[in-house]
């Protein structure tokens, strides 16, 4: 399996972008599928993750604002970012993963890509 994220960029504040990740290689529905994120200078954090059945968990930082969802003819996973601030600045990653849990859980990652910058600035 191998991903490729796409669609970051520099958004203002309360902006919206959505993030892709392709995948090939393999069939994304038979995998558990997370986003993670890093910040300059922080630890990675799990924003949200959807289970092979599409049971969908969220990091309380961006519930109500982000949506994980996927394509199966696609082969893409993708997240939806609305509300945008700030301190959602940083490299967003998709990965495969062994469980989809609440909190997430980022102990599990199999594979990841190399991620796509978002910038929240006015």
């Known amino acids: 399996l191998q991903l490729v994220e796409s669609g970051g960029g520099l958004v203002q504040p309360g902006g919206s972008l959505r993030l892709s990740c392709l995948a090939s290689?393999?069939?994304?529905?038979?995998?558990?599928m997370t986003w993670f994120r890093q910040a300059p200078g922080k630890e990675r954090e799990g924003v949200a993750c959807?289970?092979?059945?599409?049971?969908?968990n969220y990091a309380p930082a961006v519930k109500g604002r982000f949506t994980i969802s996927r394509d199966v003819a696609k082969n893409t996973l993708y997240l939806q970012m609305n509300s945008l601030k700030p301190e959602d600045t940083a490299v967003y990653y998709c990965?495969?993963?062994?469980?989809?849990?609440?909190?997430?859980?980022?102990?599990?990652?199999?594979?990841w890509g190399q991620g796509t910058l978002v910038t929240v600035s006015s």
């Open positions: 990965a495969a993963d062994r469980y989809c849990v609440d909190p997430i859980d980022l102990r599990y990652l199999e594979v």
């Open positions: 959807i289970s092979r059945s599409t049971s969908t």
């Open positions: 290689g393999a069939t994304l529905k038979d995998y558990v």
